[in-house]
Nanobody, 119 residues
Framework: QVQLVESGGGLVQPGGSLRLSCAAS????????MAWYRQAPGKQREMVVG???????NYAESVKGRFTISRANAKNTVYLQMNSLKPEDTAVYSC?????????????WGQGTQVPVSS
């Protein structure tokens, strides 16, 4: 059974840093892309950043220069380093991935991890 498990969330002060991790497990043959989304209270979910199998990245304007996505291919894991956090970054952060599983392909979501940014 395929799972995406996020970790690393928690309360952080404005200006602080946090690193989120998302590990994919299961009978994974290939990873087409992995991405981080977030949903703030009362708002729609938005993509924060994505990374393709070739390493191409796509950042939301609001996080450019502050957030960095990276990956550890051998661990099927993607990381989100978040620096200079602002109160408006407060959200539930969720991992999304497009995974090849033998003869089929599907997208999966993690359960989400909360990131409150507050003093």
């Amino acid at each position: 059974q395929v799972q995406l498990v996020e970790s690393g969330g928690g309360l952080v002060q404005p200006g602080g840093s946090l690193r989120l991790s998302c590990a994919a497990s299961g009978n994974i043959v290939s990873i087409n892309f992995m991405a981080w989304y977030r949903q703030a209270p009362g708002k729609q979910r938005e993509m924060v950043v994505g990374i393709t199998s070739s390493g191409s990245t796509n950042y939301a304007e609001s996080v450019k220069g502050r957030f960095t996505i990276s990956r550890a291919n051998a661990k099927n894991t993607v990381y989100l380093q978040m620096n200079s956090l602002k109160p408006e970054d407060t959200a539930v952060y969720s991992c999304n991935a497009g995974l090849g599983l033998g003869t089929r392909y599907s997208t999966y979501w993690g359960q989400g991890t909360q990131v409150p940014v507050s003093s």
